[in-house]
């Protein structure tokens, strides 16, 4: 009879025969020298303020979750959102999220052990999730690259062969990034590069790639105005997008909701920048972007604002809830909503 030892998902080692004391004789000084040879399978080289860095990100993935969240539970009657928010109508949780929170927390999860984007892990982890729950409302897209990569495909080629080898334009890269943003928003030109490595897991496309760099860039620069709620940001975070945004459709709608100002009706800003119901970077991020800007004083009306004109009503509050949240800090969500949300453990 024979004892397999498992570590880290590999069958590394046989004991055999077991007799009655084999754990004080074999196992334990067996196991000791696997975890020697095999603590770490990456050099995990994180930076100094990586705990601070993750408390943010924890702040941004609340704020996306329960914009997620929110937006799933509103999308039958988005134009009663506002309303409904502000009077607290809301029905009692647990809220589930969708695809956005889940791919947003496989993405916290690799900056809480990399402190950085490592893109197999990345995968791995996305793949995962998904098999775990794919009910979550993932894309059609999305679901047949997780469920190849969850069975061994590989990553890189599902990506870039997405839509006949032209990549997903879509707002999948951008729904989830927030938090990086965050994570690296003392390095602008780092937070660029990390974005699009998490990018291009699932979305190869310059305008996937472009949408999910400005709402990095956003929330970097929400979290310089973290708990200042109070100031106009909005020339502020414009400016930083637009100089770094590449250029793309995206760029071009930003270019215009930067125009934009706060009094336009959001009915009108939705009409010329996209609501997110065609599920593209394009046509979802300029409006988030300009929703941000013109309402981070406020997650309530923020989120409400997002929800409000329809299309992809999930997605559209993720992006907005994951910046704001950034600068209305933790007292500016209500403590009653992050209770009603289903728990995330990270
Ligand atoms: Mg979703």
Redesign the pocket.
């Known amino acids: 009879m024979h004892n397999e030892l498992r570590y880290s998902g590999w069958s590394v080692d046989c004991i055999s025969p077991i007799g009655s004391d084999w754990i004080g004789t074999t196992w334990i000084s067996l196991v000791g020298r696997m975890i020697q040879d095999k603590a770490n399978t990456w050099r995990a080289d994180l930076p100094a303020d990586h705990l601070i860095r993750m408390d943010r990100v924890r702040l941004s993935l609340c704020g996306l979750g329960l914009g ?1 969240a929110l937006g ?1 539970l509103l999308n039958t009657c988005p134009h009663t959102a506002q309303e409904r928010l502000k009077a607290q109508e809301l029905p009692s949780g647990p809220w589930i999220h ?3 929170t889940e791919m947003a927390i496989s993405i916290a999860g690799i900056l809480k052990t990399h402190g950085r984007i490592d893109q197999d892990g990345l995968a791995k982890r996305f793949a995962r999730r998904f098999e775990r729950e794919p009910d ?3 894309g059609k897209m999305t679901r047949i690259q997780l469920r190849e990569a969850a069975t061994g495909g590989d990553w890189k080629q599902l990506s870039s062969s997405a839509f006949c080898g032209q990549g997903s334009l879509g707002n999948g890269g951008a ?1 989830r990034v927030a938090p990086l943003g965050d994570y690296f928003s003392g390095d602008i030109e780092r937070c660029i590069d990390e974005a699009r490595l998490s990018a291009l897991v699932t979305h190869t496309h310059s305008e996937g790639v472009a949408g999910t760099i400005a709402v990095a860039i956003a929330a970097a620069v929400a979290s310089q105005f973290q708990n200042q709620a109070f100031v106009d940001w909005s020339e502020s975070v414009f400016d930083a997008v637009l100089r770094h945004t590449p250029e793309s459709s995206v760029r071009r709608k930003l270019v215009l909701a930067s125009e934009m100002g706060r009094e336009t009706p959001l009915a009108v800003a939705a009409k010329l920048l996209g609501n997110g119901s065609q599920v593209t970077a394009a046509d979802t991020v300029p409006f988030c972007m300009w929703v941000a800007a013109h309402r981070g004083n406020s997650f309530i009306d923020a989120i409400g604002s997002a929800i409000s004109v329809d299309g ?1 009503c ?2 559209n509050a ?1 992006i907005v809830g994951g910046i704001v949240a950034l600068l209305t800090g933790w007292e500016g969500i209500p403590k009653a909503w992050i209770e009603a949300w289903e728990s995330v453990n990270l």
């Open positions: 997620d799933e969708t695809d956005d979550r409302g993932y729904m992809d999930d997605t993720a």
